[in-house]
């Protein structure tokens, strides 16, 4: 096993999920010399990023999320060429909620202001489109565009892995990091429970649901970063009706907008059945997890059973799995420098919200090039996610 305590990398990623894989990978891509370090596991399920699925889509009703999403869709792309097989598969996207709901006339803005191409469907027309697959009520509008999808999420996670250390990167996992520091020489000290430590001219933070513990603990930052446990559950399709909601089709990835808030995704995974998640759960410690059994269960059973006319089981799902979203109060993302006694020299990505993996790649080029350059390329607007719209205290 390498030994690396004694090097000096030119990165230390903290953090192995999604983001800190990402950014490994276009840290070394650079050539630079890159460390990343997983407290469990790599490929772990006590996290944010494993699993089988997520979404990616385009209409997001904040308008500084388009160029993110919309680059990432590129780097999905150029990453799996890279890697030779597939995380990325295509779908459009639907979503629905009553006609004069603030969210849908957010993304149809959005979609007006960027150019995407997109339907606006009444009731009769969405069953019309979709075969009487999918249906809601006659108040309500459905707006489709081609820009939705699925990621698959472990396996993608894999790949960035894969590719960081085929560059050269070194990945070592079951090391929990317990401090992060500077030494009298400007070096970066990351160190782990077992009193390894790894030097470094630059860290990136990327804990996920740990982010508030470890960086109030290694700086006196309090950023209000909040673990939420989230169930994800898949359904079982009519026998005869599989092929109607599987990926590759024109059954498309959906959300459905206003009171119970539920997002999912054609069958691929499991097939035969379809993934449908309330995008909401119960605030949760992530070193004392409740693995409870998941919120609003009657309100989405009762939401599957008016939405797709008795072609999808709603009684009980099938596969059930947990995961934990990282909330900040805005729901925006955080990605900026720590600051304090650490300067530009650590950088935190983190508080994705429940909308992040999408974004990984192009968050991990960002990230890397705010520890290694000072700014990310291209006029990349990154203002909306910085700490200090937090009124934070330092120690």
Same mark, same amino acid.
């Given at each position: 096993?390498?030994?690396?305590?004694?090097?000096?990398?030119?990165?230390?990623?903290?953090?192995?999920?999604?983001?800190?894989?990402?950014?490994?990978?276009?840290?070394?891509?650079?050539?630079?010399?890159?460390?990343?370090?997983?407290?469990?596991?790599?490929?772990?399920?006590?996290?944010?990023?494993?699993?089988?699925?997520?979404?990616?889509?385009?209409?997001?009703?904040?308008?500084?999320?388009?160029?993110?999403?919309?680059?990432?869709?590129?780097?999905?792309?150029?990453?799996?060429?890279?890697?030779?097989?597939?995380?990325?598969?295509?779908?459009?996207?639907?979503?629905?909620?009553?006609?004069?709901?603030?969210?849908?006339?957010?993304?149809?803005?959005?979609?007006?202001?960027?150019?995407?191409?997109?339907?606006?469907?009444?009731?009769?027309?969405?069953?019309?489109?979709?075969?009487?697959?999918?249906?809601?009520?006659?108040?309500?509008?459905?707006?489709?565009?081609?820009?939705?999808?699925?990621?698959?999420?472990?396996?993608?996670?894999?790949?960035?892995?894969?590719?960081?250390?085929?560059?050269?990167?070194?990945?070592?996992?079951?090391?929990?990091?317990?401090?992060?520091?500077?030494?009298?020489?400007?070096?970066?000290?990351?160190?782990?429970?077992?009193?390894?430590?790894?030097?470094?001219?630059?860290?990136? /933070?990327? &804990? =996920?649901?740990?982010? !508030?513990?470890?960086?109030? @603990?290694?700086?006196? %930052?309090?950023?209000? *970063?909040?673990?939420?446990?989230?169930?994800?559950?898949?359904?079982r399709v009519k026998e005869g009706h599989e092929g109607d909601f599987a990926i590759g089709g024109d059954f498309p990835t959906f959300s459905s907008h206003g009171g119970v808030h539920v997002f999912g995704t054609p069958s691929l995974e499991y097939p035969g059945l379809v993934k449908i998640v309330v995008d909401s759960g119960d605030k949760c410690d992530p070193?004392?997890?409740?693995?409870?059994?998941?919120?609003?269960?009657?309100?989405?059973?009762?939401?599957?059973?008016?939405?797709?006319?008795?072609?999808?089981?709603?009684?009980?799902?099938?596969?059930?799995?947990?995961?934990?979203?990282?909330?900040?109060?805005?729901?925006?993302?955080?990605?900026?420098?720590?600051?304090?006694?650490?300067?530009?020299? /650590?950088? &935190? =990505?983190?508080?994705? !919200?429940?909308?992040?993996? @999408?974004?990984?790649? %192009?968050?991990?080029? *960002?990230?890397?090039?705010?520890?290694?350059?000072?700014?990310?390329?291209?006029?990349?607007?990154?203002?909306?996610?910085?700490?200090?719209?937090?009124?934070?205290?330092?120690?």
């Amino acid at each position: 096993m390498q030994n690396v305590s004694d090097e000096l990398f030119d990165v230390i990623i903290v953090g192995g999920g999604v983001m800190g894989s990402a950014t490994a990978y276009h840290a070394s891509k650079r050539g630079l010399k890159t460390l990343l370090i997983e407290q469990f596991d790599f490929l772990h399920h006590r996290g944010s990023s494993h699993g089988e699925s997520r979404t990616i889509r385009a209409n997001y009703s904040k308008p500084y999320y388009y160029p993110l999403v919309m680059e990432s869709y590129t780097l999905w792309q150029q990453a799996q060429a890279q890697i030779g097989y597939n995380v990325y598969f295509p779908a459009h996207q639907l979503d629905m909620g009553h006609a004069h709901d603030h969210t849908l006339l957010k993304i149809l803005e959005n979609c007006s202001n960027h150019g995407i191409p997109h339907e606006v469907l009444n009731r009769c027309q969405l069953a019309e489109k979709f075969s009487g697959r999918i249906d809601f009520p006659d108040d309500s509008i459905g707006i489709l565009n081609e820009f939705g999808g699925v990621i698959k999420a472990t396996k993608a996670v894999a790949m960035f892995q894969t590719l960081a250390h085929k560059n050269g990167a070194v990945l070592k996992d079951n090391k929990e990091i317990t401090d992060i520091k500077k030494d009298e020489r400007g070096v970066v000290v990351v160190s782990a429970s077992n009193n390894e430590t790894f030097r470094g001219k630059k860290c990136v /933070v990327t &804990v =996920g649901a740990w982010m !508030s513990k470890l960086v109030k @603990k290694v700086s006196g %930052v309090e950023i209000p *970063i909040k673990p939420v446990e989230i169930h994800v559950f898949y359904w079982r399709v009519k026998e005869g009706h599989e092929g109607d909601f599987a990926i590759g089709g024109d059954f498309p990835t959906f959300s459905s907008h206003g009171g119970v808030h539920v997002f999912g995704t054609p069958s691929l995974e499991y097939p035969g059945l379809v993934k449908i998640v309330v995008d909401s759960g119960d605030k949760c410690d992530p070193d004392k997890r409740e693995w409870g059994p998941g919120v609003r269960m009657n309100e989405l059973k009762e939401w599957i059973k008016e939405s797709f006319n008795g072609l999808v089981d709603w009684r009980e799902p099938v596969v059930k799995q947990a995961c934990m979203y990282s909330m900040t109060p805005d729901n925006d993302y955080v990605v900026d420098f720590l600051g304090g006694q650490f300067g530009k020299d /650590v950088v &935190v =990505g983190g508080g994705f !919200s429940g909308h992040g993996f @999408k974004m990984a790649p %192009v968050i991990g080029r *960002i990230l890397a090039e705010l520890a290694v350059d000072g700014v990310p390329s291209g006029g990349t607007d990154i203002s909306p996610f910085g700490i200090g719209r937090f009124n934070n205290s330092q120690k």
